[in-house]
C-alpha cells in the first residue's frame, strides 16, 4: 500500500570527491519499512559496507534523516539523525541532533541528505530548495563551531539553519560534534569528524516547501491531546526552570552521580553543581527545539568570577555532572565555561570529561608518570582542564592522545584499561551501573557503544527493587532499545515520554495520521527491533561479538569507594545470566551475539540474513 504522506520519496545524494549532486527516488516500500531517521540511516550503511571502509575513508557514506514526524505539529519534531561508521568505535553509529536543522532540510522538499567522498578544499553545503551548490569555507578554517554558524548566517541570511563543526571536526577528534541553533548537537560518537574528513565544515539549508501530510484534521487532533496533556502536567513547572538539571539531586540521592572518574556515586558538594544553582544564579533564558512546548534548554551566563562573560545554551544533567562530579569541580560558572568552549571547539561534553577524568586518576594513582602526560592535572583544576579541552581540540601533547578516544588512548596505555569506562570504544555516559544491573546491560548491549541514549532503566529498576527477576529485567531493557531508537526513526525527540510518560500510543496515532496507513504502536516497535538487529549485523560484520558486550570494567570489579553507597558493584555471575537472557530474548546467537538468520527473516531482513551468513559462512556455530 502506497502512503499518503509522510515522505517526500527523493533523498538528496551528494559527492564531495566529483561534485556531483542528484536526487535518489527511494520506493514507498524503503521508505515504510525502515521508517525514517536512524532506520534509514542504517540500512544505507549497511549497503554502503564494503571491506576498508573505515571512519574516515571518502566512501564512508554519512546519512542525515530527520524522520516522517519532523517538521510537523508534534511536540518536539525538530530530531534529526546523523548515521556513519564512527571513528570512536568503528562500527556502525547515530547520533541524534535537535534544533530545526532537520525541519529545513524536509521544509527543502529532501527525506535524507546522502554525503559521500572528500571536497578537494573546505567547504560547505548550500541547499536551498531544489538548488544545492558546494561552496568554498576556506576562510572559515580553525572557526569554531558556533562562530561558523553565524558568519555563514551573516552571508546567507539569519532565516537559514546551519549545521558546523568545530576545529576538533577538522583534526579528525573522534569524538568531534556537528553543532547547529548555537548549541545543539549531533554530539557523539564523531560525527563532526567525520564531517571534517570529507573537508566539510557546514551545511546550510533554506526551505520553503510545505510537508506532505495525509490527513491533516487528524493529526492536528491527536497533536492537540499530546500538547494539552504535556502543559498541563504538574511536572511542566520544574521542566520549564531547570530540564534536565533536575537529575542531579536525583542521582546524587540514589548512588548513580558520576564522581572521580566513576570512582563514587555520590559527591558531597553536589548541592554546589545542581538545578536550583543552575537555575538562581545563571540561567536567563529558555530555549526549545522546533515545536516543543517543554523549552529545556537552559540558557546561561557567567557575570562574574573567573569565568565572566561566558554563556551557553545548556548545562544539562550530563555535562553537568561529567565536568562536576566527575572530575571534583564545584563552581557551576566553570561548568558553563567548558560547555560553551567544547560547543565552539566541536566536540563531545561527555567524552571529553570522562577521557580527562580518566588521564587525571591515571596521574594521581602513577600509572602513567606527569612526564608522560606532559602536563600535572588534578581534580577540581579548573585552568588545566580548560587547557586540555583546547589541546584536545588542536592535538596538541597529550591532547592528541585523547583525541583518538578510548580506543586510541589504550592503544598507547594499555595500562588504564581497568579504569576507563568505555563499551565498544564509546565513553559511557553520566550514570554509574553499580547500582543498576539493568544500565550495565544496557550499556553493554547499546549498538554504539555506552551511550544511555538507547535505554535508560535506572529509575524503573531501582523502584522495583528485590521483586523483580532476570525475565522482567531483560524485559526493561528491550522495551527501551525498540522504543527510545523509534523516537529517533520518527524524527521527534523521547524526553516527553521519559520525564512525563506522555502515552507512546500517540505517536502512532499520529504516523497513521501523517502516511494515511494505519499502524499500531506494536508494529512501529516491531520496525525498530528490525533496526536494532540490522545495526547488529553491521556490528558483526564489523566483527563485533559477546565478548563486546560487557560493561566497563569498573563496573564489577572496583567497589564504589566512599559514600552511602560505600562498597556496591555490579555481579558479573548475574549480568551473565542477564546477557543469556537478552541473547534468548533477541534471538541472537548464544555464543557470538550474532543476530539468527530466522531472526533477521522474521524482521523481514531476508537479503540481510543472506549477505551477514554468506560473509559468516566460516564461522561454526552460528545460523
Ligand atoms: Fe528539544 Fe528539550 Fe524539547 Fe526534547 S524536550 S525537543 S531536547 S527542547
Redesign the pocket.
Known sequence: MKARGGYFYRVLDVDLSTSRIRSSPVSDEFALKYVGGRGWGARFTWDNLRPGISAFHPDNLLTIAPGPLNGLYVP?S?KTSFSCISPATGLYADSNM?GSFGTELRQAGWDALRIRGRAHELSYIWIEDESVEIRSAAHLRGAGATTTETEIKKDLGEDVRVAAIGPAGENGVVFATVNTDWGRNAGRTGMGAVLGSKNLKAIAIRGTKDLPVCDVDRLTSVAERAYSYLNSHTLMGIWHRQGLMSVIDYANTVGFLPTYNFRDAHFDDAEKINGDIMEGEYKIGNS??FA?P????NVCLVKSGRWAGYACEGPEYETAAMFGSNLGITDFSFIVAANQKCDELGIDTISSSNLIGVLIEAIEKGMIGPNEAGLDVSWGDEEGIMKLLEMIADRSGVGDILAQGSKGMLSKWPQLSRITLQVKGLEQSAYDSRVSLCMALAYGTCDVGAHHNRAWPISKELEMGKDWGVEEKVDLVLYHQSIRPLFDMLGV?R?PWIELAIDENLYAEMYSAVTGIEHTLQDLLDRSKAIYDLTRSISARLGVRRKDDYAPPRTFEDPIETGPFAGRKADMATYETLLETYYQRRGWDLETGIPKRETLIKDGLEDVAEQLYRELGSLAGVG
Open positions: 518536539g525538530g535537535g526549545a527545539c516543543c517543554m523549552c529545556c534548554g525527540c524526553l
